[in-house]
């Protein structure tokens, strides 16, 4: 199917205790080109994602953004500081002791003095957080191409009814331009015939030069090629699959038949279809441009 270079995906997903958030947009590029933004601290999952994106996409600026939140308390670990917790036990109860207070020490007291708990965060199993990510990343993938094919859909119709224009003008001049090469070639024998009247030279001399000359403003073989190039510009957005490249060099194929029909045509009907057509081919020449 044919695809879009630009496109957005998103996704958004809670696994193993983190709220990770993937999303993918893109512009024209001429050719791939991959950035993303990522948290520092989980840079080194940056490598998995940009291979796959790169083996779903050939053709565009792509850019992803990557946010990861730790669901509060799964990442952390709280560690009893033993040696401070009976330090200030030895202290409270010395005191106690020494100035013949009541000892009524407990635990709800004791939790509430300074530094009794130290609070570590757990280490990243940066397997399992790249499996997470990359889960995440792959729907936001899906999401990202599906978009670009509805935009790819769009673009394919757009183009394949401007074919069908430019088509139904080379028919409009292949039915014109032999009425034009016939009213050129009567003109030129005319015209041969009053310039050579005094000289001794075969009438049926004339006749060929005439025709001669005349066969060169003919566009048969014009059209003949640009029913050709449209032929395989339909091909081609049938096809599918990355097709921009292939897209570009065949319209300027069409663009450079269509010119030398334009310069050969001495015919002002024929020269006002030249102009319709060459408009709708630089229509289609902007929007390949958005093709991948």
Do not use: W
């Not at 394919?156 to 016939?182: G, H």
Request: proline fraction near 2%; charge should be negative; glycine fraction near 4%.
């Amino acid at each position: 199917m044919l695809k879009s270079m630009t496109g957005y995906g998103r996704s958004q997903k809670i696994l193993n205790g983190r709220d990770i958030t993937a999303e993918i947009r893109s512009v024209n590029h001429r050719y791939y080109e991959y950035s993303s933004r990522i948290p520092r601290t989980y840079s080194y999952i940056d490598e998995k994602i940009k291979l796959l994106l790169k083996s779903a996409v050939s053709r565009g600026k792509v850019e992803v953004s990557i946010t990861i939140n730790s669901i509060e308390g799964k990442d952390s670990q709280i560690a009893l500081n033993r040696s401070t917790a009976e330090g200030y036990i030895t202290a409270l109860r010395g005191i106690s002791a020494d100035l013949g207070l009541k000892d009524d020490l407990t635990l709800s007291k004791l939790i509430k003095l300074p530094d009794i708990f130290n609070i570590q965060k757990t280490p990243d199993d940066e397997e399992q957080v790249c499996a997470d990510v990359c889960e995440v990343t792959a729907e936001a993938l899906e999401h990202f191409i599906s978009m670009r094919e509805t935009e790819g859909e769009q673009l394919k119709n757009d183009i394949l009814a401007k074919a069908d224009f430019i088509i139904e003008r080379v028919e409009m001049i292949e039915a014109q331009s032999p009425i034009t090469v016939e009213a050129y070639r009567s003109r030129l024998y005319k015209k041969l015939c009053e310039v050579l009247e005094d000289k001794n030279i075969d009438e049926q001399r004339i006749v060929t030069e005439a025709a001669i000359f005349s066969e060169k403003i003919a566009v048969d073989e014009e059209t003949v090629r640009l029913r050709s190039h449209i032929a395989q510009l339909r091909e081609i957005l049938e096809n599918g699959g990355p097709a921009g490249r292939k897209l570009d060099f065949i319209v300027q194929e069409i663009n450079r038949e269509v010119n030398t029909i334009g310069s050969k045509a001495q015919d002002l009907n024929i020269t006002k279809i030249v102009v319709d057509m060459k408009s709708e081919i630089e229509k289609i020449r902007e929007q390949i441009q958005n093709v991948e």
